[in-house]
């Protein structure tokens, strides 16, 4: 099985982490240590700020 290229880089995710409140989680047990909502709150902060960039160009 092939590992598909990632759609957000670190960065970007790390980013929203902070920006969501649960940086320090994913500091500390890093991404596997997230709850689903969460994943689902950095999904959807990524989808409209994707959104948003697209809007204003």
């Known amino acids: ?15 929203l982490a902070q920006e969501l409140g ?4 994913v500091e500390r047990d890093g991404w596997g240590g997230i709850t ?7 999904v ?3 989808i409209e700020r994707a959104e948003r960039n ?3 160009q």
């Open 22 to 25: 649960f940086a320090d989680v």
């Open 36 to 42: 689903t909502r969460d994943a689902g709150r950095l």
């Open 1 to 15: 099985m092939t590992r598909r290229k990632p759609v957000m880089s670190d960065r970007l995710k790390y980013e």
């Open 54 to 56: 697209l809007a204003s």
């Open 44 to 46: 959807r902060a990524a």
